[in-house]
């Protein structure tokens, strides 16, 4: 019961809406609030699940049937890389060896003309990635979304990169140095943030973009560590479990632990480089703009306070049913 002396609506809940409204307002002018609220933005929930799906219906395929077509040598490279990311070891790592030690059995069923149709359809998932570095950068989609030509280069990029990776990983055949950390994440950087100004059509400057790089590589590292901890079990778990579908089972997860690095590190440049701090100060440089010379303005930010339920909502459906 509140104090009789004390003022109505003074009481003990209304001190603690009050902290709480406290607490609230401070967490809204960190850096960090302004990302959650950018993810909110993207719908990050719906756009990492369909990034995810798209990545394993079509860009997994791709690169195993990419890799039946080049000299062994590269293909033991793309699988290394391959593997060492998705943490895969035991009898899910055989099974992995199996379906790409089988090329000749991929060439005779897919061909030249299959392998062109798998780039294409692979797009998808190109088309996916681009949308989502598009509206976390507020960027108009315009026509030329999911250009034919944008997809398959950046699949091109990113298999070459995984054949390096695994050269490399097997230069230091398995020994963990200081000196390997910082090249796979300085490589690492410099795939996203190409990625980033590839996807945005080279609409936004360089110099800006590197906080995405940077982020989407750290971001991408930790979880490849912890996926190297967890994955094994979760794979030999599922794999007694559902047989070959739960192998599928653990690998959707994966993916769709990579897609939630992605959304963060596309949502985290774009907050980081508009900073009005010293952040955003040093990000910009001299150069207070964001875009290049001649790229259309950017979109104009939601009109309304975002909540949870627009990451699952897209934010025109969620304002026609407020």
């Avoid at 298999?159 to 097997?170: H, K, W």
């Avoid at 991408?220 to 996926?227: D, E, I, L």
């Avoid at 440089?285 to 964001?290: C, Y």
Wanted: net charge neutral; with cysteine; charged share 20%.
């Amino acid at each position: 019961m509140a104090n009789p002396g004390e003022p109505s609506g003074r009481g003990p809940v209304h001190r603690i809406r009050a902290g709480v409204e406290r607490a609230r307002g401070i967490a809204q002018r960190t850096i960090l609030w302004r990302v959650w609220e950018r993810m909110l933005e993207i719908e990050f929930v719906d756009r990492s699940v369909a990034l995810a799906g798209k990545a394993f219906v079509s860009f997994f395929p791709l690169v195993i049937v990419v890799a039946a077509f080049v000299p062994a040598s590269v293909r033991t490279s793309i699988f290394s890389a391959l593997t060492h990311r998705l943490g895969v070891e035991g009898e899910a790592l055989q099974t992995a060896k199996a379906a790409f030690a089988t090329s000749d059995d991929v060439r005779r069923a897919t061909g030249v003309v299959g392998i062109v149709l798998t780039v294409f359809y692979a797009t998808s998932f190109t088309t996916a990635l681009q949308r989502i570095y598009l509206r976390a950068w507020r960027r108009p989609l315009g026509g030329r979304t999911g250009a034919y030509t944008r997809g398959p280069a950046w699949l091109l990029v990113m298999l070459g990169f995984m054949a390096a990776s695994g050269a490399l990983r097997g230069l230091f055949d398995g020994v963990f140095t200081v000196a390997f950390l910082f090249l796979a994440l300085a490589t690492n950087t410099l795939l996203w943030w190409f990625t980033a100004w590839f996807m945005l059509k080279g609409e936004v400057r360089w110099r800006v973009l590197l906080p995405t790089g940077v982020v989407t590589a750290v971001a991408n590292g930790f979880y490849t560590v912890y996926a190297n901890v967890w994955m094994e079990h979760v794979v030999q778990r599922n794999e007694e479990q559902f047989g070959v579908f739960g192998i599928t089972l653990a690998l959707v997860t994966w993916f769709s632990g990579a897609a939630i690095c992605l959304v963060i590190g596309a949502c985290a440049g774009p907050v980081l480089a508009e900073d009005e701090g010293a952040i955003g100060s040093f990000i910009r440089g001299a150069d207070p703009d964001l875009l290049v010379a001649g790229a259309p303005p950017a979109l104009d930010a939601p009109d309304r306070e975002l909540r949870l339920r627009d990451a699952f909502t897209p934010v025109e459906e969620a304002d026609q049913n407020a």
